[in-house]
């Protein structure tokens, strides 16, 4: 059972969230920008399977452990920081020098995962989820069921919102594929992290 006025709240809630700058965001620009847009649109799907992941735990009880473990939650937080110190430590020692042929564009699926790792090892976003969505699940609906179409109109919301930034983004890029610019670009990104 849909209740319409409680879906609308959701949508218009989560469309303000998704469009909010964030490590996502980051990620996704700096890959349209440094990378072009294959690696971006990967970026992208790789962030939005980790909020699918994220709303499956939901739907089936799992992210409440988040919220009712605060060891849980310590070593979700621990893991997501080291990967995002990880990355941001590699950016700085060894920022890359050229856009074209470099060994990380062309390794396949490589931008997806780092996606879906800064996704999925954010405790925010768990959080974010188990405490934003049973608010807009109606009562008398499923839980499991209604948690996840929720979940699927964010990740719709979020593929539109990186689309958009992609295709705004991809002359942006253009402009940055200078000699110096990707190794500037890289050092700057672990701000974002």
Avoid at 106 to 115: D, Q, V
Wanted: glycine share 10%; charged share 10%.
């Amino acid at each position: 059972m849909i209740n319409l006025p409680l879906l609308l709240e959701f949508v218009a809630a989560a469309s303000v969230l998704t469009i909010t700058p964030g490590v996502d965001t980051a990620m996704v620009l700096r890959s349209a920008t440094v990378d072009g847009r294959r690696s971006a649109v990967l970026a992208a799907f790789g962030i939005q399977c980790g909020c699918l992941v994220w709303g499956l735990s939901v739907a089936f009880g799992l992210g409440a452990l988040l919220r009712a473990s605060e060891l849980a939650y310590t070593i979700l937080k621990v893991a997501g920081a080291m990967y995002l110190l990880w990355l941001g430590v590699r950016l700085i020692i060894s920022p890359r020098e050229a856009l074209e042929g470099t060994e990380e564009t062309n390794r396949s699926g490589g931008t997806f995962w780092r996606g879906f790792l800064t996704n999925i090892l954010n405790p925010k976003v768990g959080v974010f989820y188990v405490t934003f969505l049973p608010q807009f699940v109606p009562v008398a609906a499923g839980v499991a069921r209604y948690t996840m179409f929720l979940v699927s109109i964010h990740v719709v919301l979020g593929m539109l919102w990186f689309a958009l930034l992609i295709a705004a983004t991809m002359p942006l890029g253009r402009f940055l594929r200078r000699p110096g610019a990707v190794c500037v670009l890289d050092r700057l990104m672990w701000t974002a992290v």
